[in-house]
């Protein structure tokens, strides 16, 4: 173990993790993407929604950041919705209500009393009105996990929208709901105030069914008068929950049938995914895909993570040294993905915050087999006898191509990019010592036990 007063140490004591935060200065073209997106967003009617589509990490939470910045600070109000933290509500329209309802309220103290604020307040009062009603007259039966029923005691939620004596006073809950809000949102320009923009985040790691409902919910606002939303979600997700809520009409569609719904017809070859594509283009007139990072962007995404998490010069000094030449390989089909990134920095460095004695360099060339999802089979071999592993990799390196079906039949031939790994300078610190038990122990106890990749699992 080295001495802790040492240099060395020292510089390791200040190393921080990159958090999963969106970056302050985006790279990638982020800040020129966002503008225009929210000159789209502040100019044209406001009554529309953004979709910006990514996999998981790919930055969408970044870009939504760089279109909140670039939009003006005038005649708007931004709301920020973050659907994971309410999915247990019960009902996801009532918490999206009531985040715009907060916003409106935030909106009115940051500016001089008067006339515009006061109507604010009332706007946000009408709206208020509503919450109360749908959440008064909501109740649950709970049984077993994912079998809650839910029930609206209408009669009393309507009392606390209906105004007295009112001719039009609505007997449907959801239809007396959306004229108060209609009359409530048609004030607006009152304030002098031209759209409310909705920001919808974490939809991703929202169960199926609730990302659902939250794109339902959205369908209210639609007709409702001032209303932007941009949503940040996977295509995939929504993908799952159209199977979850048309699985049965799914399975029984024909080619050539339109009866899911009223949406265009599916093809019977696969039906979910066409089906969760015509959803997407209902609900979405502006889609926006965020375009693969690949690996000649990495100097620019990685100087863009540094700046934003603070980390020292030191620290990233140690970082682009040793770092850059191990990301290529845990790119997939040469695409970067920025949040894997992340966790692959973050396993480097807190293995050599815990084990200073560790050769990094081999800390590193171990990390980057277990990170490939692909390459399981070799990392299952070196975590089985690490020993003969080396030995293998050795006689691999040295021109034995089949050295490693020793070991099994299945690693006669390496994919590809793995025999390229496997030969390059990158990897040639897993011969350098007789064992790497200590290090697969090592980047056992500090990673993910579960390594996603590709919607699949491989433990670690």
Same mark, same amino acid.
């Given at each position: 173990?080295?001495?802790?007063?040492?240099?060395?140490?020292?510089?390791?004591?200040?190393? !921080?993790?990159?958090?999963?935060?969106?970056?302050?200065?985006?790279?990638?073209?982020?800040?020129?993407?966002?503008?225009?997106?929210?000159?789209?967003?502040?100019?044209?009617?406001?009554?529309?929604?953004?979709?910006?589509?990514?996999?998981?990490?790919?930055?969408?939470?970044?870009?939504?950041?760089?279109?909140?910045?670039?939009?003006?600070?005038?005649?708007?109000?931004?709301?920020?919705?973050?659907?994971?933290?309410?999915?247990?509500?019960?009902?996801?329209?009532?918490?999206?209500?009531?985040?715009?309802?907060?916003?409106?309220?935030?909106?009115?103290?940051?500016?001089?009393?008067?006339?515009?604020?006061?109507?604010?307040?009332?706007?946000?009062?009408?709206?208020?009105?509503?919450?109360?009603?749908?959440?008064?007259?909501?109740?649950?039966?709970?049984?077993?996990?994912? $079998?809650?029923?839910?029930?609206?005691?209408?009669?009393?939620?309507?009392?606390?929208?209906?105004?007295?004596?009112?001719?039009?006073?609505?007997?449907?809950?959801?239809?007396?709901?959306?004229?108060?809000?209609?009359?409530?949102?048609?004030?607006?320009?009152?304030?002098?105030?031209?759209? +409310?923009?909705?920001?919808?985040?974490?939809?991703?790691?929202?169960?199926?069914?609730?990302?659902?409902?939250?794109?339902?919910?959205?369908?209210?606002?639609? #007709?409702?008068?001032?209303?932007?939303?941009?949503?940040?979600?996977?295509?995939?997700?929504?993908?799952?929950?159209?199977?979850?809520?048309?699985?049965?009409?799914?399975?029984?569609?024909?080619?050539?049938?339109?009866?899911?719904?009223?949406?265009?017809?599916?093809?019977?070859?696969?039906?979910?995914?066409?089906?969760?594509?015509?959803?997407?283009?209902?609900?979405?007139?502006?889609?926006?895909?965020?375009?693969?990072?690949?690996?000649?962007?990495?100097? #620019?995404?990685?100087?863009?993570?540094?700046?934003?998490?603070?980390?020292?010069?030191?620290?990233?000094?140690?970082?682009?040294?040793?770092?850059?030449?191990?990301?290529?390989?845990?790119?997939?089909?040469?695409?970067?993905?920025?949040?894997?990134? !992340?966790?692959?920095?973050?396993?480097?460095?807190?293995?050599?915050?815990?084990?200073?004695?560790?050769?990094?360099?081999?800390?590193?060339?171990?990390?980057?087999?277990?990170?490939?999802?692909?390459?399981?089979?070799?990392?299952?071999?070196?975590?089985?006898?690490?020993? !003969?592993?080396?030995?293998?990799?050795?006689?691999?390196?040295?021109? +034995?191509?089949?050295?490693?079906?020793?070991?099994?039949?299945?690693?006669?031939?390496?994919?590809?990019?793995?025999?390229?790994?496997?030969?390059?300078?990158?990897?040639?610190?897993?011969?350098?010592?007789?064992?790497?038990?200590?290090?697969?122990?090592?980047?056992?106890?500090?990673?993910?036990?579960?390594? $996603?990749?590709?919607?699949?699992?491989?433990?670690?």
């Amino acid at each position: 173990m080295s001495d802790p007063t040492a240099p060395a140490d020292r510089v390791s004591s200040s190393r !921080k993790l990159l958090l999963d935060t969106p970056a302050q200065a985006p790279a990638l073209g982020y800040a020129e993407i966002g503008l225009a997106l929210a000159h789209l967003v502040s100019v044209s009617e406001p009554r529309f929604a953004v979709g910006i589509f990514g996999g998981w990490g790919s930055g969408k939470t970044t870009l939504m950041e760089a279109i909140k910045t670039a939009l003006p600070k005038e005649n708007l109000v931004v709301v920020e919705f973050n659907a994971w933290r309410f999915e247990r509500e019960p009902q996801l329209l009532v918490p999206l209500l009531d985040t715009i309802r907060a916003a409106l309220i935030t909106w009115s103290e940051q500016r001089p009393a008067g006339g515009a604020t006061d109507k604010m307040r009332s706007i946000a009062t009408r709206i208020g009105r509503v919450v109360r009603a749908l959440a008064h007259g909501l109740s649950a039966d709970v049984g077993l996990p994912g $079998a809650a029923t839910i029930h609206y005691d209408v009669g009393a939620a309507l009392d606390l929208i209906s105004r007295p004596g009112d001719p039009d006073n609505a007997q449907s809950l959801y239809v007396a709901a959306f004229h108060e809000l209609r009359r409530a949102f048609t004030e607006l320009s009152e304030t002098g105030v031209g759209r +409310v923009v909705v920001f919808v985040d974490d939809l991703d790691r929202c169960l199926p069914a609730r990302a659902l409902e939250v794109l339902e919910s959205m369908k209210l606002f639609f #007709d409702l008068p001032g209303f932007v939303f941009v949503v940040g979600l996977d295509e995939d997700i929504v993908e799952r929950a159209v199977c979850v809520k048309f699985g049965d009409q799914i399975q029984h569609a024909e080619p050539g049938s339109n009866d899911l719904g009223g949406l265009s017809s599916v093809s019977i070859a696969s039906p979910s995914r066409r089906l969760s594509r015509e959803y997407v283009k209902k609900i979405f007139q502006v889609p926006y895909t965020l375009p693969a990072t690949m690996p000649a962007q990495l100097d #620019d995404l990685l100087g863009s993570m540094y700046c934003t998490s603070g980390l020292e010069p030191a620290q990233i000094d140690d970082l682009q040294q040793r770092i850059l030449p191990y990301m290529q390989y845990v790119a997939v089909e040469r695409k970067v993905n920025p949040r894997e990134i !992340k966790r692959f920095i973050n396993a480097y460095t807190l293995q050599t915050l815990i084990r200073p004695e560790l050769d990094p360099d081999t800390v590193l060339a171990v990390q980057t087999l277990a990170f490939r999802y692909e390459w399981r089979s070799f990392y299952s071999a070196m975590l089985t006898d690490s020993a !003969k592993f080396i030995q293998m990799l050795r006689l691999y390196r040295e021109g +034995v191509n089949g050295a490693f079906g020793a070991l099994s039949s299945e690693l006669l031939s390496p994919p590809v990019d793995l025999a390229e790994y496997l030969n390059s300078s990158s990897a040639e610190p897993l011969i350098r010592y007789g064992s790497l038990d200590a290090y697969l122990s090592s980047l056992r106890a500090t990673s993910d036990s579960v390594i $996603a990749r590709g919607g699949q699992d491989f433990l670690i």
